[in-house]
């Protein structure tokens, strides 16, 4: 029960600091770019985790993080 709740407490913080970022983001980035940033951030978070309690490999993070900065680095013109 105890770590149920750690959980719901930590998921909690997450989403009122999400939203609004998310709001204030919406102004410079499209959809598709906000979601982009959120799965590395997330695996990031992951990673920090995996690396540091699992002594996991970081390779899979490298070829994410890959991804992420192709999604930026071709972003389409925005017509003013």
């Known amino acids: 029960m105890k770590a149920i709740l ?36 997330t695996l990031l978070v992951f990673v920090v985790f995996a690396v540091t309690f699992l002594q996991e490999k970081l390779v899979a993070f490298l070829f994410i993080a890959r991804a992420a900065f192709f999604a930026f680095a071709f972003k389409p013109e925005t017509p003013a």
């Open 6 to 41: 750690i959980s719901l407490g930590i998921a909690l913080i997450e989403y009122c600091f999400a939203v609004p970022a998310s709001r204030i983001a919406f102004r410079e980035f499209s959809d598709f770019q906000l979601k982009i940033m959120q799965e590395p951030i």
